[in-house]
């Protein structure tokens, strides 16, 4: 059972940390003027959404399976997510807004939380690939 | 869905003729003209028109084959190239010479576009000879000559060849003027126009431009009159009807291409005539030489041929002219000269000289140089215009002085001799002193020539305008002794008098003189420190922001035009090239922003000014900081769109009621003709309330047709062609339907809005061309898409904590904006609402498209005739001034400085690029910046703007501004530089984010803050001083004062009801105005009027204007024995003491006491006394300042109203906020913390 958690928290994490690289390869695209704010943030906002889900299902699977370690290391980065999901103020076209991504170097802090997100998802990958091995042969 | 209202709807078989007609078949049809069926009258002309203007260049642009096989064989193979430059800027000087001949083809060529219909079509005579009085006519004509001629307006190409032909003969541009209106009628009459109509709407239409029209008019007669040769050309015009038009337009063109590569021919001509080349003419000639042979081309042939024919032949319609023309035998080169160096001169003048002056002054010269010029000075005409702040002139903002390159800044001789003729040529002469211009338009030209330095040096100084004089006067003292100065310390709690006597300053950098001549007008561009921190650490360290304050479309009265074929920029940085770069040696110079070495092109060694070789830096780009580049193709994406006006108006009950209709509807009949565009331009118009209606202007109906469109949730176009339409050729319908709306829905009892519905039809209808899209909502959107609820509790708005709801409800306007600022079209607000109207959701609309916001709280037309007056004087500045279209912004700045947030209204499209649909005068822009590399390898920052847009004559221009600092690497001489208006306006922007993305109290705080940082921070570095005291240096003493003021102004006032959608306007305005406006609203200027005196006075085109001191704004000031005014940028105060004295009231204001002064009062009569004169000399000078016309309100002691005129005492305590005494002790107090 233990190792179906794991295994799921795997495929889980490896979508993330392609998100994060998604995230940071579109806004480099941006820095480099290759592509223009309204269409960046249109494609980043898509991924939001997902990229809080998918966050938010592993830690509460980490609570459920009782993992307290990794539930409370992920804890802070899912509620900062959330966080940041639910503050966009009303007239933001999301949490990427075109208008206002040049603005005080928002383009430069998008970026370096990505970069972040894309450590502590390889952390948490290593940790789950760990993790699972050891389940499975404990299985 | 659509269904017709009121009026019948078209017949089905208007539509199909419409749409399979291609464009033969529509002349054809309109062939027959005025007899014709208006509907079938309808859709031709638009399909004509419109491939004239718009579509047809495409042609040009990819697909020759048509038109070249017209072109008559020689013109052919320099066609290919040319045609694009030909038709677009006419004025490459240095262009290697083409042929005559290619300009010639050119001509045609343009004239192709724009007749390719016409051509087709075989019934074109038939118009020919219906003609519209001709001095209508004529003074019309002119008009086009001196806008913008660009191939957009297929008109003014007419104009010009006229010229041309004219010139060989002599008198260019008396020919222009002739020639047009037979051109007008020539071609219009193939439109099927009536000809009269032809001819008032065309002539009044670009009439507009210029104001002094007539007198222009008036003079191109007396010059015809006098000049023999003129005389023949009208005549000829006149009766041919189309072959002048023909041979005008083949002519024009080649003018226009001579202008910039010389047009030989008539030049010599002018010049023998005159008399004046005398003295240029012995210059080496440029290599525009070759082009000498082409006049001739055209002399042979006969006049009398058919419109068709000279369209294809160039050369016959030109033969007409020259033999008239004897001057020929002057070496062409020294023609050319001549007429590059005059031409253009003379163009500008007369372009720019409103009245009389150009035409017969530049008789002689070039007839391109006079195209040219015109081109270039399109603009100008209002800077000549005699009325000394003329913001009606438009287009040019007026740059009386536009010198393209080719037309060399140096007044020609030859013009002034030929002034002769003419009087007003004075006007735009270069040497004049700047007063001399403005003041006396009608002077005599003087033929004295001033050498060509001397125009040169005149250049130099730019910006003379009046109210600057007193301001760049103080700079200039400030410079001699600015160290010490500025660093003063002043003791804040002990000086009570620290307000200049007259306007505030702007500190001068310290720069070597050489410098300091060439750097930019503060009014354009200014720094919050003019001496720039080494390090990001040293900036930390005085703790005041770094940024840029942009003035960047203001409207100039100087502003040299360069028309170059190729733009120097660097290769790197892309970087234009401007006075502060250095030259290594003849070859190369070297980038002032990126340090790259780039390569000196060739046809820069040549100087057009000197007309030497091998002076790159005296070229003007690199003898002006403020320039402006006619851009080649490389700078468009597409062809250069027309200006096109959508006006999207509320007619639900609630505006019936404010009766806003009836002024908007007003104003736009009386300024109709003066909206700025060319031929091509295109309006139209939609109204809302809870359904919206379109209305079909198609030309040819025989009364505007009410589409209304019920199904509000998915929008549609009921009939997508007819709804902007062509403003020349739809102008009777437009008219009606302006006459008819105000009363159109007096009885309308449809309470809702449906604002968002009706802005995405505005934005489906405009998405093919981009423009302007005019928005007057008078309520709380209720329907559809965007609507809005009441956010705004009332109960809340005097409360001391928080304030909420600054940001929008929803991102639909925000979507919306971004949406029309990809398709290049802006979206304009005018909110006119007497109840909560969430502003903060709606101002999205404007603030991300590059629109501007007005907003008239408690409108109501006739209870609040304050709001009427200011919505009229807006309306009138605001369709009638300068505008430009699908414009980008870039701000460049020297290898270490970076950008990192922009304010002001536009998108930001990257990293430094400002995408702005439209770009108006009076927006005005935000940048911070900071210091990511350290300085330490350099002494000089730079930093350049540069605007491209497209002007409303369809011409791509770019617009340059560079600026250049000093480094220094001492806190002390950090703080000597500051610019503390320009940092107070940083401030306010910044204030204004933090407010919405945080919170207002935070805002407040990181104000104050600011303060108390930077003054602590200068205080520890002056450690001789007491700390016991409050000291700041002098070029910060006014800060306190200032930060308080911002902290009492609506935006962030606390504790005072404030209505949300007040305060969210101010806050809109703070981002939006330029610093100089934005200044007088934050700190309003107070002077005392009652005893004004001829002392300390200044003149004014030939008034004296008196100068009072300014005052403190504190109640203590005010007694009750006098009559102070307070000039708050929009609305001036006048406040009258209750003992005033009688003799000042029965004078100024014609009532006999006090008590008689009625409550509301807004116009001062004119009254024959020594102190009405002086009061009212000293308001309209300050009216004469600004753009806006300001309303002035007269407030008696117990009116209401004089709560308005009371918050604006800063000063003083109120209940809610601390007196500037008490402010200054509290930061002592926090300093000391």
Redesign the interface.
Known sequence: MESVVFIFSLIDCCALIFLSVYFIITLSDLECDYINARSCCSKLNKWVVPEVIGHAVVTVLMLISLHWFIFLLNLPVATWNIYRYIMVPSGNMGVFDPTEIHNRGQLKSHMKEAMIKLGFHLLCFFMYLYSMILALIND | MSAPAGLPPRPAAAAAAFSPGGPGSSLEAAAPASGAPRCQNGPMQSQMQFPSGYGSHLPNYSAPSGHYSQVPNKAAASHLENQYRASYYPGYYSAPAQNVMTSVGSSVLNAQESHQLYNNAPPHSGGSSDRPVQGAVSSASYLHVSAQQSYSAFDNHYSTSVSSSVASQGFPLNSDHYAMPVVSGAVYPNVSYPPVAAGGVYGQTFTSQSLPAVGQFKETNAFSSQSTSVPHSLQQHIPVGYNTTLSTVSSAQAVQDNLSRNLTGSVPKVNNQINTGGIDSSQPVHSVSQNVPFTKPGVGTSAASAVMSSVRSPAPSLSSKPPSSPSVTQSPELALQEGMQYGGYVNNQASSAPAPLSSSSDDEEEDEEDEEAALDSSSTTSSASPVLNNYDALEGGGYPETRSVTGSPVPSPSVLQTSKTSKPFGYGYPALQPGYQNATPPTPVQPSNPGHHSGFQHYAQQYPGVNQLSSSLGGLSLQHSQQPESLRPVNLTHDRNILPVSSVPAPVPNLNSDLRKLNCSPDSFRCTLTNIPQTQALLNKAKLPLGLLLHPFRDLTQLPVITSSTIVRCRSCRTYINPFVSFIDQRRWKCNLCYRVNDVPEEFMYNPLTRSYGEPHKRPEVQNSTVEFIASSDYMLRPPQPAVYLFVLDVSHNAVEAGYLTILCQSLLENLDKLPGDSRTRIGFITFDSTVQFYNLQEGLSQPQMLIVSDIDDIFLPTPDSLLVNLHESKELIKDLLNALPNMFTNTRETHSALGPALQAAFKLMSPTGGRISVFQTQLPSLGAGLLHSREDPNQRSSTKVVQHL?????FY??LA?DCS?QQTAVDLFLLSSQYSDL??LA?MS??SAGCIYYYPSFHCSHNPAQAEKLQKDLKRYLTRKIGFEAVMRIRCTKGLSI???HGNF?????D?LSLANVNPDAGFAVQMSIEESLTDTSLVCFQTALLYTSSKGERRIRVHTLCLPVVSSLSDVYAGADVQAVVCLLANMAV?RSV?SSLADARDALVNAVVDSLAAYMSTASNLQQSMLIAPNSLKLFPLYILALLKQKAFRTGTSTRLDDRVYAMCQMKSQPLVHLMKMIHPNLYRIDKLTDESTIHVNDRVVPQPPLQKLSAEKLTREGAFLMDCGSIFYLWVGKNCDNNFIKDVLGYPNYASVPQKMTQLPEVDAPSSERTRSFISWLRDSRPLSPVLQVIKDENPAKTDFFQHLIEDRTEAAFSYYEFLLNIQQQICK
């Open positions: 940001g929008p409800a929803t991102d925000k979507k971004l990809g903060a959701s999205c603030k991300y990192h947030t922009f998108f930001v499209r990257s990293t690029l984010d993305s």
